[in-house]
């Protein structure tokens, strides 16, 4: 089996819609957390560019991978100011923390 893992930051204003899509999504394991950054829109009025987010890391199948894009694109567009930004990446292998 393929897993994946997929590290996205998004507007703090879209944690909870987004958070409610993504449990219609078979996901092995996911958490949020709030922090302070930027990447697709800087925020050039603040002296570090630097925005309220929610970061949501997630970990999943891969063959469940195109419907979690889906579900990302439907709250977060492309174009859009909500749009954020992901990175994607294959794991090796994921293990209880008593097995390792």
Request: charged share 25%; glycine share 6%; net charge negative.
């Given at each position: ?46 002296a ?5 987010c ?47």
């Open positions: 089996m393929s897993y994946v893992r997929v590290s996205l930051m998004v507007p703090l204003q879209k944690e909870q819609e987004l958070e409610e899509a993504l449990k219609q999504v078979e996901l092995v394991g996911m958490a949020v957390v709030h922090c302070r950054g930027y990447g697709s829109h800087p925020n050039f009025y603040f570090n560019w630097t925005m309220e929610a970061m949501f890391e997630i970990f999943l199948v891969q063959e469940h991978m195109e419907q979690l894009k889906q579900k990302i694109k439907s709250v977060c567009p492309p174009g859009s100011d909500s749009e954020g930004i992901a990175i994607v990446s294959d794991v090796r292998e994921i293990q209880r923390v008593s097995d390792i």
